[in-house]
């Protein structure tokens, strides 16, 4: 799958990040996975962790060397969004998504539009 295809757009800034994330991992297949799961303050909370372990049915795409995978369901929730590194107080990653009604303030979760 191209990255055309994928889901979610990667910014450049996300991408060096998750590079830092993967080789301080130091697993050699390690990869991001991306996602939502039940949860949150608002309904959908969005994952994002380093894994070593693919399943078949992941959607896969690689950002400048960096390869990032999704599962089908996911994927209908996170269509056109855009992961970039957020410099909040969390430090991490943050979703822009275009699907979303409503996020927690801190935006690690979100309602989806129905």
């Not at 070593?52 to 999704?70: F, I, K």
């Not at 107080?89 to 690690?108: A, D, T, V």
Request: net charge negative; with cysteine.
């Amino acid at each position: 799958m191209s990255t055309l295809d994928f889901p979610v757009n990667i910014t450049e800034s996300a991408v060096t990040r998750i590079k830092r994330l993967i080789e301080r991992d130091g697993r050699p297949n390690a990869f991001l996975r991306i996602g939502v799961k039940g949860g949150g303050c608002t309904g959908l909370e969005y994952v994002t962790q380093v894994e070593d372990s693919p399943r078949e049915s992941d959607l896969v795409a690689d950002y400048d060397g960096v390869c990032v995978r999704c599962d089908p369901k996911s994927a209908t929730f996170l269509e056109g969004s855009i992961l970039d590194q957020s410099d909040n107080l969390m430090r991490g990653l943050r979703f822009q998504n275009p699907n979303s009604e409503k996020s927690c303030g801190c935006g690690s979760s979100f309602t989806p539009k129905n």
